[in-house]
Structure formats: C-alpha cells, structure tokens
C-alpha cells in the first residue's frame, strides 16, 4: 500500500465552479500535511499547511480528518489559472516527506 | 534573490556512463534532498541530507551517488547501474515550518 493515495483526476470543472479531492495517507503517526501545487514540467510549490483545526486561505480550504486518515483540498470559484496537478504531502518523521501521485484540475472556459 | 538552482535544464546520458547534476542553494537550509519523478507518479526519495558530510539513502538510492561537502551544494551522480534514469530530477531543500523549496528541475535523457 502507497504512503499517500490521490485520485488522479482529472477534474475538469467550469470557470466559477467548487471542486474538491481527498488524500487518504496510510501512517497514522503522520504529523504534518500539506497541499503543494505543480504546474506542467515545473517544480512544486507550497500551496499550504494543513492544520487539524482546517484552515483557509482565499478561495482554498484544506482539512484534516485524523481518524479516517485523509487530508482534503476545497477550491471555491475555480479560476483558469487554478489549473493544475495538486500534490498532497505527509511528513511522519522529521526529514522524510511522503508525496502523493497528485490530483489533476483543469478548468475550462 | 534566495532560492535553489539546477543545471542543467536538460541532459542528456549515453550508455554506460555516468552525469552529475548540480544543486546549489542560498537559503542557508541544512537539509537537502533529491528526488526523482516519472509521468503520473509522485515525488520518489533518491537521497537526502541533513547536514553537511552526512546524506542518507532514500526509497531509490540504487544507481545513485551523492556527496555533500559544503552546505551549498548536494550534487547528484547517476551512475550506469541505474538502468532506467529517464526521469524529471529535484532537488529541494527544507525550510521553516518543514516547507521543502524546489529548484526547477533536470530532465534527463537517453540516448
């Protein structure tokens, strides 16, 4: 079984539209999460932490739910430039981070 | 401007021999890490390092050699025991709050 598992996608949703996609994690002692964004053939970036109490930032919301192991990403009123692979990342020690194959997002016109 | 840097942007490996892909950072960070991603697969560990003169395998590290002689630079060998190095490479560092800082990648070919 994989550390991190995303549902490959793709999610192809209108301009304006919600969309939403889970990352279920297999180490229950993980203790940090995160979301990081690729663009095609370019690097990752941080996109945000995810913390237990779930948190926002602008049209994005990320939460956590410990018990079922799986962290979630929310983007609300979908923008062109949305479109992307979203990466989800699990830190269970210190120094080794866990990716997930991402969840790809295209939003149309 | 702070940030990681990888050259090159392309390379490109014969048969049997080895190349070495460069990974220089000015963020002051002490770990380093490198990785490997194939088409529709995750970020895999090669190899990482925490502090100077000290780097540990990761999940792929066969057919790989790194060294890490100053805090700067994480240089990544791929040897000709790597049979199958087709592959986009990053390297990455480790930040505050345990954000990793990518540098824009090297994709290598062979042919």
């Known amino acids: 079984r994989k550390e991190v598992e995303q549902d490959p996608g793709p999610f192809n949703v209108p301009e304006g539209a919600t969309v939403a996609f889970n990352c279920t994690y297999s180490?229950?002692?993980?203790?940090?999460f995160f979301w990081y964004r690729q663009d095609c053939r370019k690097e990752p970036k941080l996109l945000m932490s995810?913390?237990?109490s779930g948190n926002e930032d602008g049209r994005f919301t990320a939460q956590l739910n410990r018990a079922s192991q799986y962290i979630s990403l929310l983007i609300r009123d979908s923008k062109l430039s949305d479109s992307a692979t979203y990466l989800c990342?699990?830190?269970?020690?210190?120094?080794?981070?866990?990716f997930g194959a991402g969840t790809t997002v295209t939003v149309r016109a | 401007d702070g940030g990681i840097t990888q050259s090159p942007k392309y390379l490109f490996r014969k048969e049997g021999q080895n190349v070495t892909l460069s990974c220089e950072q000015n963020l002051n960070h002490d770990a380093m890490y490198w990785y490997r991603q194939d088409p529709g697969q995750g970020l895999r560990l090669i190899y990482y390092s925490q502090i100077v003169n000290d780097f540990q395998k990761g999940d792929i590290a066969e057919g790989y050699s790194v060294s890490r002689e100053k805090k700067e630079s994480f240089p990544l060998t791929v040897t000709s025991a790597q049979k199958n190095p087709t592959a986009f490479y990053l390297c990455a560092s480790l930040g505050p709050q345990e954000t990793q800082y990518f540098g824009p990648g090297t994709r290598l070919l062979v042919l």
């Open positions: 180490n229950s002692a993980s203790q940090s």
């Open positions: 995810v913390y237990s």
């Open positions: 990342v699990v830190n269970a020690n210190d120094y080794k981070l866990s």
